[in-house]
């Protein structure tokens, strides 16, 4: 992956640098990493990667090379690809060069380039110490948001099922990227990290948001209420002394004691999760299928601990 990134960046800045427009032979014969090929295998890895670009909004263009239009070669005008003056203040060029040092996409930080290119400055120290390191799993992350932004349906393995999804967004939440889209099932949130075979589909625009759909809105639900499960009505006990923060965190009235309630539940991964950061203090009562991924989760714990 690191290689195909350093070509196809290879690839953009000859093409800025190039005083006039260049053929492919020019580019097999001076970007590294395209010099090693046949011609079969450049010519395919050539055009993936123009192809890469164009995506990522570089305007490519063809244009002949001389008087005849005979020859063509391919250019891209620093003008064109240049980011507007967006007039930012120094304050808020500050507070954007920290945030691109605070999140990490595969321990790598995150837009530093650019926001240098927009006026920024690039200071490392006293910042290094916030990072947040967002997961390995950027380059599911690159091929999602992709799909996202060009509306195209995606598969994917999920928790040993095959899930075909139309995804409406990305979010970052609690140390973890999450996808929302919709199924066959109805509307369901996927761990990204936990996304395995990923496949996007050729077609854009293959799908339409629901009207209405407001991303914010879907993470200020409990974690466990959208997911890829089919829905769940689970009876939980909690103990007195922890009652009255899981009847906040539900939005319910506080018992004057021991509190038993029904959940519905999507996502029963979240809800192990929640139910298990009570401890002792809480115990799923039924049904039988939630009491043993319980059981099983501890058991796992337990075994770790060992």
Do not use: C
Not at 3 to 10: G, K, P, T, Y
Not at 151 to 165: A, Q
Not at 190 to 197: F, G, K, L, M, S
Not at 247 to 254: K, N, P
Request: aromatic content about 8%; hydrophobic content about 40%.
């Amino acid at each position: 992956m690191q290689n195909v990134v350093e070509r196809v960046l290879n690839l953009l800045i000859y093409l800025l640098e190039s005083p006039h427009p260049v053929t492919a032979e020019d580019v097999r014969q001076t970007v590294a990493g395209y010099d090693d090929q046949n011609d079969e295998a450049f010519h395919r890895m050539f055009e993936r990667d123009k192809d890469v670009l164009r995506r990522l909004g570089v305007p490519i263009k063809m244009e002949a090379l001389d008087g005849w239009e005979i020859d063509f070669g391919y250019t891209v005008d620093p003008e064109e690809y240049a980011i507007p003056d967006p007039g930012l203040k120094h304050e808020e060029r500050v507070a954007l060069s920290v945030a691109a040092h605070m999140v990490r996409l595969g321990g790598e930080a995150a837009g530093v380039d650019a926001i240098i290119k927009l006026g920024g400055i690039e200071r490392r120290a006293g910042i290094e110490p916030l990072g947040a390191d967002l997961g390995e799993e950027a380059e599911s992350l690159g091929a999602l948001f992709g799909a996202v932004t060009e509306r195209r349906k995606v598969t994917f393995d999920y928790r040993g099922h095959k899930r075909p999804v139309s995804p409406y967004g990305l979010a970052h939440r609690r140390g973890h990227w999450y996808m929302v889209g919709g199924t066959p099932d109805g509307e369901r949130m996927y761990r990204v990290d936990r996304i395995e075979n990923l496949e996007v589909g050729a077609e854009a625009g293959a799908f339409k948001k629901p009207r209405g759909f407001d991303m914010k809105s879907t993470f200020n639900a409990q974690p466990w209420e959208a997911g890829p499960d089919q829905e769940l009505s689970v009876t939980v006990r909690f103990a007195s002394d922890v009652a009255w923060w899981a009847a906040r965190s539900l939005g319910i009235d506080e018992p004057d004691g021991v509190l038993e309630t029904e959940v519905q539940v999507v996502n029963r991964d979240a809800f192990v999760g929640w139910v298990l950061s009570f401890g002792e203090g809480a115990e799923v009562v039924a049904p039988k299928e939630m009491r043993q991924m319980m059981e099983s989760r501890v058991r796992d714990v337990v075994g770790t601990l060992k």
